[in-house]
């Protein structure tokens, strides 16, 4: 576990995953002894938004080995506004990360359980999820453990093989079922 705290977003440095927002709520809670990293290609539309950035956020851009940087945090955060189910919820859940996220950046997140969610687009209250976890180290700990336990439990490979399997097998039955009433 990181000295500091320290927060991640991994992704697309782009408006619809709500880095601008989380920018701006870094940039109002002014936490001492914490840093946020922003692990991502930064887009032309967020380029705005990451001018005079404060000396507590880093900009590591495109990072091949994120499994480091997410052993580096203390929390993952990924506000996005519109997503299918972000890779980047199941891979700091099976780091071990607590998570702050949105309704739509998948089911990974369940609130309370293993992370908190929040609405997209709402700076107070991004700002004030991450201080609750950034004021106690204990329930993001618990929080990130029960993250790893759901992903270990629900979303490996062989979860998604199975659940992709069972899907072909339906597809195929319907075929056949159809196949069979128009002869």
């Known amino acids: 576990k990181p000295s500091i705290?320290?927060?991640v977003f991994v992704g697309a440095l782009i408006k619809r995953k709500g880095v601008h927002c989380l920018?701006?709520?870094?940039?109002r809670l002014r936490l001492p002894s914490a840093e946020l990293w922003l692990a991502g290609h930064p887009h032309a539309e967020i380029q705005p938004f990451l001018k005079d950035l404060p000396d507590n956020v880093k900009l590591l851009g495109f990072t091949k080995d994120i499994v480091k940087v997410y052993q580096a945090c203390s929390l993952h955060i990924f506000p996005s506004e519109c997503e299918g189910s972000a890779k980047s919820t199941y891979e700091a859940a099976a780091c071990g990360l607590a998570q702050i996220t949105t309704r739509e950046s998948g089911d990974v997140v369940v609130d309370g359980e293993n992370g908190l969610i929040v609405p997209p687009n709402d700076v107070e209250a991004l700002m004030v999820?991450?201080?609750?976890?950034?004021?106690?180290?204990k329930l993001r700990e618990e929080l990130g453990q029960r993250g790893r336990e759901r992903v270990v439990q629900h979303f490996?490979?062989?979860h998604f093989r199975e659940r992709l399997q069972g899907a072909y097998r339906t597809a195929l039955k319907?075929?056949?079922n159809e196949v069979t009433t128009t002869n």
């Open 174 to 176: 319907l075929k056949s």
């Open 129 to 137: 999820a991450i201080t609750s976890l950034y004021e106690n180290p």
């Open 23 to 27: 920018i701006e709520a870094w940039r």
């Open 5 to 7: 705290f320290r927060a």
């Open 156 to 158: 490996t490979w062989d």
